[in-house]
């Protein structure tokens, strides 16, 4: 079975790529996600916290120093030493793409464009061969509107996509009012890929301690419907490459992702749960199943399920809604128009 996709460009071996997480710091995991059949690594994210701290302490000790000697500047570190944290993650992919084949893509992520533009070139230039755009931007000013969220996007985006020569993909939040809108306005900024969806760490309370409780839990499979319903709305419609990275537990995410329209799963939960070597058992098990139903590709069934390839397209929209009210839980029928059998 030929497992081959391309995302944003990229010519991947497997659909299955492994999403930006702390594991994607040591260069020897990746080294083991390509062995045991990842098509790709999107790297930890760099944060624009991190730039800007970094930024800030060495303004801090230039200004402490601009008037001291020559030889007392020797006592004080440079930039280099204290920019460590996007020196590293430079330093990363550059050992990254030293030692394996796989596209490394690299991830920003960030609410404002200053900064981004510089390290996005470096990640291009370090050897990144595309770069994840993560806007972890939550809205609470209540005088902000939804033209000016919308703008910061767009804007960012924008930028990034100027700046560079890499294919950039934007990892989204599900809450736009207008998500389809949204992706076409994203793709005029020359992006080449939307993720769906990232997902907010929300806080919890401690009731006795009365503190805010920010504990990081892993996604559900359970988790994979909303993204899967946007997947399957949106292929074909918005002519960008599409991605899923949201419940990816087993090969069935995996493979519901691609009915939908998805040309690739990424998943870093099921990695930590189950190891680095569960990505051979997932690729296995995607190839057994192409095998079973009769697909010799990934692009023989890729979009099957989408809502432009069934018969009922309402089963998407408002007519299913009430149909499931009235079924309760019976599920409904979605027929591709183009049945192997």
Known sequence: MNTQTTYMGLL????????????????DNIVMMEDNGAGAVVLYSLFEEQIRKEEARYKTVLAETSNASAEALDFFPHLDDLNIGTNEYLENIRKAKERVNIPIIGS???????????YSKMMEQAGADGIEVNIFFIPGDVHMSSW??????LNIVHTIKKSVKIP???????????????ALRIKDTGADALVFFNRFYQPDFDINELVIKTDLKYSESNEIRLPLLWI???YDKVKMSLAATTGVQTAVEVIKYLLAGADIAMTASSVYKNGIPYLKTMNKELQEWMHKMGFDTIGSF????????????????????????????KSTSLTPLHNPY
């Not at 920003?108 to 510089?118: F, V």
């Open 12 to 27: 991947l071996n497997s659909p299955i790529v492994v999403s930006a997480c702390p594991l994607s710091e040591q260069t």
């Open 108 to 118: 920003l992520n960030g609410i404002t464009n200053e900064g981004w533009i510089d």
């Open 148 to 153: 000016e969220v919308e703008h910061r996007y």
């Open 168 to 182: 950039v993909a934007v990892k989204l939040n599900p809450y736009f009012s207008a998500m389809g809108n949204m």
């Open 232 to 234: 399957a709305l949106l």
């Open 302 to 329: 890729k979009g099957k399920m989408s809502q432009q390839n069934i018969f009922d397209p309402t089963a998407y929209e408002r007519a299913n809604y009430i149909k499931i009210l009235e079924g309760g839980s």
